[in-house]
């Protein structure tokens, strides 16, 4: 079976683009084939964007662009198409095809791929009818470019290749390029097809980024590819890496794409204010259920929360009751996938043992899709997490990611100093921009409101707006934002939610509650390693929330201690 890029066919997409993917990813005999779905060509030769339905590349043999037609009509009279109910066009799906073809070989060349004995050839599909008897002969097209209902039917691969041979025996004969036995190798194949696939594989963020990167597209890096590919070639992975490795990003893209397939499934996370958002920032309905593993366990078992619940009401008694629940509803409450983020918080027996029961073929047998942090982000954990895990899934596959994709540079390599992590962060996505994190520093038991004040202020010279500050502090209680007297504080500081945030509103949260967030200027208070237990842990997850820029508000002793790496 060829490999396909996106490896479902996007939704929307137009019932002969579905047909045609479905069968090229069930055609035996394509094992070493890469197929694109769905380009979208910014530097299209003829218009400011365009688009190739599928991009094919064959070892051996070249590259194929089709352009793809469902109308159960078609027409061509004088130079004009009429497809189905469709206007007339001069511009019929073979020259869709071909300008789409000169564009792809433009932009590779412009990526330095050696073409030289790589045919790229161009075709037009017409997947409802019989378009090869039906079309008369032009000049405008050969007939080895037309493909129709027939070659779906009877073998997309067949008549690829069939297609392909003709293309390379015309360029052969019309070109002084001797097109021979070459083509791409495999190696070459890939290389092409990772030069394009950022135009191919995409996900959609929703707005925590800031001001251009609001709603955009925001393409895969290449480690990001071996994970996606991972999750569509094994039925359970866990995925590790850092803070700000993409793993959140990943979770709601792996839950997408299994709703995408029709299939029913659970996205879970431990942190309130993380499922909110991902509640936000993911569909949710019948196919998928978003929220934290507290929130879907009452759900299950029906159940609300006592007013002031035990210390095992959350890791013992719900848990059970939840078990009952699914026991009791059979093969009803049990769900076609489970996506969990944060998994490294949630790794306890009683969890795993109702994780367990929530998806079809439990944990060992089912789809299961893992994401966590096993550096320094396991607040909750007392460490056998890990070793839990690999007992009860003895043989998950685990990928890892390094690359980090949130932080500036300078702020990476700050908490690499601060928080002891080792090897560290060494690779950053994001470009850096010159500016140091900032350390404001005070004396153990003075007031920090000033500082805090300073540093919003700079903020603001920045242009930072006050929504896009989140203030941060390892105290529950007592902190600088919850205790401050300041005036002008008290009127813009509120408590985050996990929702988005308010113009001329700066949220404050602890740095455990704002596990698995961001923010474009993050501001940590009470830095006190005499006062905060496993400092270097809590020191770890709050400095990497900020993306952009970050100010710590930090003891005197401990800043010392920071730079010198006595930690």
């Known amino acids: 079976m060829a490999r396909m890029i996106p490896a479902y066919c996007l939704p929307g997409a137009a019932p002969g683009e579905q047909a045609l993917h479905k069968a090229l990813a069930e055609c035996d005999g394509t094992d070493d084939w890469i197929v694109l779905h769905s380009l979208a ?172 990167r609001e709603s955009d597209l925001v393409h895969f890096v290449e480690e990001q590819y071996e994970a996606l590919d991972s999750m569509a070639d094994n039925h359970a992975v866990l995925f590790t890496g850092p803070a700000g490795s993409g793993k959140t990003f990943l979770a709601m893209e792996a839950a997408r794409r299994e709703v995408v397939l029709r299939h029913r499934g659970r996205l879970i996370c431990f942190n309130s204010l993380l499922g909110r958002r991902l509640r936000d920032d993911t569909p949710t309905g019948d196919a998928l259920m978003v929220g934290t593993l507290h929130r879907q366990l009452l759900d299950i078992a029906g159940v609300t929360p006592p007013v002031a619940p035990s210390a095992t009401f959350w890791t013992e008694e719900l848990p059970e009751r939840a078990m009952e629940a699914i026991v009791a509803a059979g093969d009803d409450e049990a769900v076609d996938f489970l996506v969990v983020d944060e998994v490294q918080d949630i790794l306890r027996e009683p969890y795993l043992d109702v994780l367990d029961l929530m998806v079809k073929g439990g944990l060992q047998s089912g789809r299961v899709l893992l994401f ?134 700066v949220q404050y949260a602890t740095i455990q509650a704002f596990k698995g967030l961001e923010a474009p200027a993050v501001i940590v208070t009470d830095l006190d390693r005499k006062v905060v237990p496993s400092f270097t842990s809590v020191m770890y997850v709050g400095l990497t929330r900020a993306t952009d820029r970050l100010y710590g508000l930090i003891e005197a002793d401990t800043l010392r201690a920071g730079m010198e790496g006595e930690l």
């Open 41 to 212: 060509i910014a530097e299209h030769i003829k218009k400011p964007e365009g688009e190739a339905d599928f991009v094919v590349i064959v070892p051996g043999r070249g590259i194929l662009v089709i352009e793809v037609k469902s109308h159960l009509t078609i027409d061509y009279h004088e130079g004009i198409w009429k497809l189905g109910n469709d206007a007339p066009t001069a511009r019929g799906p073979i020259k869709q095809a071909a300008d789409a073809m000169h564009s792809i070989r433009k932009y590779l060349l412009r990526k330095q791929v050696d073409l030289g004995s790589i045919p790229i050839l161009s075709a037009g599909w017409f997947t409802a009818v019989r378009a090869r008897t039906m079309l008369p002969e032009s000049p405008e097209w050969h007939d080895w470019q037309v493909l129709d209902s027939e070659d779906l039917r009877n073998g997309v691969g067949a008549a690829i290749l069939r297609t392909m041979k003709a293309g390379t025996v015309h360029l052969s004969k019309t070109t002084y390029v001797a097109y021979g036995e070459v083509g791409p190798s495999e190696a070459e194949t890939r290389r092409i097809a990772l030069v394009l696939r950022p135009q191919f594989e995409a996900a959609v963020v929703a707005g925590d980024l800031r001001h251009a």
């Open 372 to 505: 966590g942090d096993f550096e320094r982000q396991a607040i909750f954990d007392d460490g056998a997490g890990r070793d839990l895990l690999r007992k009860r899934v003895p043989h998950l596959p685990t990928g890892r990611l390094i690359m980090n994709c949130r932080n500036r540079p300078r702020i990476g390599f700050s908490v690499n100093m601060f928080s002891g992590l080792r090897p560290g962060y060494q690779k950053f996505r994001r470009d850096d921009d010159g500016m140091n994190p900032a350390w404001l520093k005070y004396e153990a038991g003075r007031d920090q409101t000033p500082l805090l004040v300073e540093a919003i202020q700079r903020l603001r010279d920045e242009h930072y707006q006050l929504h896009e500050i989140a203030v941060l502090s390892p105290l529950a209680d007592g902190s600088v934002a919850a205790s401050t007297t300041d005036r002008w504080l008290r009127q813009v500081l509120r408590p985050a939610t996990g929702q988005a945030r308010r113009k001329g509103e």
